[in-house]
């Protein structure tokens, strides 16, 4: 029975945290796990700066509150920190070249418009 429980538990954890997507759009970032059951958004005007960090391999995958951030990953150690004005620091990660392309204020692309994912 524990075995079961402890299987049905490892599939549902794996299925939410599969994947990060990404989605930049002129008001706001917003980003979802798997399926997208919760969806966090930030609004672009909030965002005072943006600076590109590498995590420690123990800040681990999928939502993490760490001293100074909290974290949402799926993979790999590099991330994205947008700062926002309130000060409620994010990492978001790997979506790198995605936001510093959309920030730094080239011309847009139509592939600037679709969906980042970590998969």
Do not use: C
């Not at 599939?11 to 796990?33: C, Q, Y």
């Not at 005007?45 to 943006?50: Q, T």
């Not at 993979?75 to 070249?97: F, T, Y």
């Amino acid at each position: 029975m524990t075995l079961i429980f402890t299987l049905i538990i490892g599939i549902a954890v794996a299925v939410v945290f599969h994947s990060l997507t990404v989605e930049v759009d002129d008001d706001e970032v917003r980003w979802h796990f798997g399926p997208g059951f919760w969806t966090y958004r930030l609004a672009r005007d909030e965002i005072r700066n943006v600076a590109v960090v590498r995590n420690h391999w123990w800040n681990g995958f999928g939502i993490r509150t760490a001293p100074g951030f909290r974290l949402y990953n799926a993979s790999g150690l590099d991330a994205v920190e947008p700062q926002p004005k309130s000060g409620d620091i994010r990492r978001i990660g790997p979506m790198i070249r995605k936001v510093l392309r959309q920030r730094s204020g080239r011309r847009r692309t139509a592939a600037d418009h679709l969906p980042y994912s970590s998969r």
